[in-house]
């Protein structure tokens, strides 16, 4: 029996998409090479995956005008991807948690002086804007 399939992205799904996101419109080629220095792929295994991924509307896919080949877009968008990835890891990891989640972050983080600093004002600011 097939295992279900995950509401969320696999490792490989989003180190591609992360790619789309950064570099907009590609080819398989140039996901590819993107990918090399830390995944040695061949390029119909690339293809592949990103053909899946359409399917799944994770990507658009539109002809290249001249040549063969395909140009792919991200359809899911950043922002709201990261969110679910977030939401479903609190969930799943800390009980629907955000404080425990946050909390293990700050623990394990390597944060200095500055980016704390950072990080109190935006609390700050965040606890003005809900007082209001």
Known sequence: MPRPSSKQLTELELEIIK???RDGPSTVRHVREQLEPFRKLAHNSVMTMMGIMTDKNYLKREPLPKGPGYLYTARIRR??????MLVDVVDRAFSGSSMDAILKLLDTSDLDAEELKQLRQKVDHIAKERES
């Open 19 to 21: 790619i789309l996101w």
């Open 79 to 84: 922002d709201s991807t990261l969110k679910n």
